[in-house]
C-alpha cells in the first residue's frame, strides 16, 4: 500500500492540490478542539494550563486530519468507480470509528498527562464517551468537507467530458459529412450509375437503393453515441457495395466477425470512416488489389488492410480517425490501438458491451 501521494494523485484523489485547505483546516479545527476540551483543564489550573492546551490541541488535530485524509485517499484510490461510492463511504466511516476508538482506548496522548504532571497540574479530562463522541463529530466533519468538493469536482469534471464529447460528436458527424455528403463523393456515386444503367439496368437500380440506404443510416445514427455492431455492419455492406461497384475488382473487403459480437457496442460511422481513409490513401489497381479485413481479435475489432499509399496524397485533415479515438477514450475509456508496418496497416477498436454479462457470455 502506497504511504504517500504525487501531488498529481492529490490533485486526481481530492479534486485539487489540498495543501493550503489542510493548513488552514487544521487552524481552524484546532481552535475548535482548544474551545471543547480546555475550558475544563483551564478551569481547574487557571490561564498557565493554557499552554499545554493549545499545543495538545495542535497535536491532535494534526494526528487525525493526517491519518483521516490518508484514509479517505486511500480508498478513493481502492473504490474509484462510481458505483462503488456507498461502499468507499461505508469502509471510511468504519475506518474512522476504529481509528478514533484505538487512540483514544489506548491513551496515544499520554504525554499530555504526563507534562501537566510534571508542572504540577491538575489533571482534570472529560468523560471517555465525549472525548470520542466529540472527536468522531470533529472527524466526520473533515470528512464531510472533503467529499463535498470531491463530489462537486467530479460534477464538473463529468460536465467538462460530456462537453467534450459533444463537441468531439459534432466534428466526427462534420467530418463524416465532408467525407461522405460533399459534391466529390455524390459526382462520383452519379457518374458511376450513370454508367451501369444502360448496361445493367437492375444493378443501377440496387445501386440507387443501396446509396439511399447509406443516407438514410447517416441521418438516423448522426445523433447516436453508440449503436449495435449489427447496425453498423450493415450500413457498412451498403457502403461497400457502393465502392465495389465503383471500383470493381481493386477493392476486396471481408468481414468475419461471429454473430455473437454483433450485439456489442460501437460508435457509428466507425468502420465506414475507416474504410474510406483505406480507398482515400491508398492505390486501386486490378492486378495488385487493395485487401482487407474486419475481424475480431485480441478483445477488439480489428480493420486491417494493404499498405499501397499513393505517390500524390491527397489532401487530409486527419478528423476521422483522431475523432474516432476521442470518443473511445471520452466514452469507454479505452484506447484506440493503431499499427503500422511497410505493407499494412491495422486499427484495434475496442469491443465495447452494453451489459458486462455479454462479455462473461462470450468469453
Known sequence: ??????????????????RLMAILGIGVMSVVSYMLFSPAIIAANG????????????????????????????????YSRPEETARRLFFTGISIVSIVTLLKGT????????????EGLLIKKSPWYFDVITTLMLCFLVVAV?????????????????????????QSQL???????????????????????PEDPQKATQFTQRLSSVYRRLTENRHETFIPLAEEVAALRDYIFLLQTRFEDKLKVEIAIPQAYLSSQIPPLSLQLLLENVVKHNVLTQLNPIRVTIKIQDRSIVISN???????????????LQNIQQRYELLSQEQVRIEAGPQYFRVYLPIIWAQPQEENAIA
Open 1 to 18: 500500500m502506497q504511504l504517500f501521494f504525487s501531488k498529481a494523485e492529490r490533485i486526481e484523489l481530492v479534486g485539487f492540490d489540498d
Open 107 to 118: 491513551d496515544f496522548f499520554h504525554w499530555i498527562g504526563a507534562t501537566m504532571e510534571q
Open 175 to 197: 467530418s463524416a459529412l465532408r467525407q461522405q455528403i460533399n459534391p466529390h463523393f455524390l459526382f462520383n456515386s452519379l457518374n458511376t450509375l450513370s454508367s451501369i444503367i
Open 306 to 320: 494493404d499498405l499501397k499509399p499513393k505517390l500524390r496524397k491527397e489532401g487530409s485533415t486527419g478528423l476521422g
Open 146 to 170: 472533503y467529499e463535498t468538493i470531491y463530489f462537486f469536482t467530479k460534477y464538473r469534471r463529468g460536465a467538462i467530458e460530456r462537453e467534450r464529447l459533444a463537441r468531439s460528436n459534432m
Open 47 to 78: 490561564p498557565m494550563a493554557s499552554g499545554i492546551c493549545t499545543k495538545a490541541s495542535i497535536i491532535h488535530t494534526v494526528t487525525y486530519w493526517v491519518v483521516i485524509r490518508w484514509i479517505v485517499l486511500q480508498l478513493r484510490r481502492r
